[in-house]
């Protein structure tokens, strides 16, 4: 069943925009959550500098997780992380997200490089 | 950010119980699903009277290891070598390793300290999200003045750990020079390029004495954003899939499946509970965002386990990986993936560990560790504290969750009476949690620590930890001037109150709860704001 679930992702990109303060993507669930249903975002991130960070959250400022690459060798491509979403972050299937890179005291969208996609999945149980 | 101080009292341990029992009856292998009713050793909360005991044995020990010559396979920075050579990250092998190495490191310890009842305590930094004070005494940190004499400088480190490492490098079999080179070290200077980072700053392991840690006594709390990996809701998500291994990261309790344990985690997907708090907890504390572009200390690279810290973070994590193989097995669920995987999981080669008496322990593999029987512990029971509550918190997450209306600097919520009551009586961590949303401080605010008060009478403007009232702290670090400027606000968890003083009217079936927060240590001068509260079942 939780392989079932796991097919019904949202690939849907509606808008991708950099802004100063980061990139916004929005996503779209294929259906409503159930009540027993909760969401989170797979992040893939390619190669970013070794202490660089990267903060997941609303576009109206609610964070949902920061990933922080560790156990990296230099110049590896960082991985997949999933972050989990709260249910009510969602409203019409829909969720706008802003992405922010962090490094040095500097604050950056991500380039499509540094993430290279960001998926919205369904999971079994709510968070 | 939730400061929680409220003393962590010895409690009684869950049991195995029959359901877990016949769960397990069902799982693919029996020797591995089936848990001791009793464990020989138990690993405390660090704070705990227990845990306070082990650490003194801890210190006592590394003491010694400290002592020990670099020929020695006991010796402090030998033993982490052991992680920097050989730990996986990224993938699923990432909790049965670090099982292995944490269980033999603790024989050493129990060894050394002399202590025979010592097991590794564990940092629960979802309650308590700053380093443990104790973990600043003696040689618990890696900045203490008996590290000197061998990190103060990276020319004195090399002298001092390269030629006996070379000189064991050059005993290596075949097989470990192969799981070697699988992780990129063809040769012995392609390790020690990522001690010295090789021209790259934050790539360099090795750290010098008074820069070895980040935080500080003074300054021991995790950040906002640190927190919000470790906070009670991200723990959940983490424990909430039901398969020891998925295809989709999401669903999974562990990292990706890859070829070896040495695949460099590029190729990973990291679970959720690896993804966020383990990673962020080892970075922040090494530095990462506040000391860019390092070098950074000691907790940010493979060489972490230099800092003592390393080992009640990872006591954290395995602690969290028995919480979920109980909450499976009580629900009749597999603790390892089916068959062809766990042959493939099993059968991994970890061939780097050293065992309690110095011995190197040679071939062994991933199966000896599924099991917490290889080392005879349990653990005080932590966040999520009972296999119970996460159990019914599944059914009642989302049926409790309500949203405050405000009021200045307070938040008036009704709350069902019945969640209260459990709230209560929940034997040790919290049921209910308060979301609360405040503004961002100005620059220039010299107040970033709020206390967060739950049912307090009006009058009541400072509390202590210990009043009844006390919820806990949030606190804002870093320069204010980099905060979003459009977004100017941060939510945190703070657990509620065990007190039954800070809720009032339960006999209705919903009871009035407010929420205040007031400025920190006596600045009763600066104006707070409350912008939102939600309470919820976590």
Known sequence: MHTLLATLISLALLMQTAGATGRVVTLVLPRDLTADEGAAVEVKVGVIARGAQIKVETTSGKLLGVISPYGLRSGDEAGTYPIPVPPEAISNKRISLRLTLSYNRSKRAPTAQEVRSVQLKITPSRQ | MPKLKSPVTRRSFLKTTLAAAAGAASLPIATHAFRRPTAKYIRYNVMSEGGQKAVKSYNFAIEQM?????????????????????????????????????????????????????????????????????MFDGVLTPTAEPYAPFTKSLEVFTSFIQPPLMTYWNTLSPAQLNQLNIRGYTDFNKMWNDVTGNGDPSNQAFAITPKARYLTRENPKLDADTYKNCEPSTILAGLSPTDFYNESVSLSFTSKKTESHNSAPARGAFSMLEGLPHNIVHNYIGGVTNIDPGPYGNMTNNLSPVDPVFFLHHSNMDRLWDVWTRQQQSRGLPILPPQPDLDALSKEPFLFYVNGDGKFVGDSTAGEYLSMERFDYEYEPGFPNTLQQTSSTRQKRGQVQVRGTVSGNKATLNVPSASIKEHLAAPAAAFLVAEVTVPRPSPSSPTREFHVLVGAPSDVTEVDPKSPYYAGTIAFFGNMSHAHGANAEATFAVPLPKSPQAFKGLAAATASVNIRIVPAYGRRKTPAVLKAATVRAV
């Open chain 2, 66 to 134: 400290l002592k020990f010559p670099p020929t020695h396979p006991q010796n402090w920075f030998r033993n982490a070598f052991i992680h920097l050579m050989d730990c996986p990250h990224g993938n699923w092998w990432f909790y049965v390793w670090h099982r292995g190495f944490l269980g033999y490191f603790e024989e050493t310890i129990r060894n050394l300290s002399g202590d025979s009842t010592f097991a590794m305590p564990y940092w629960d930094w979802t309650t308590l999200p700053e380093i443990p004070a104790v």
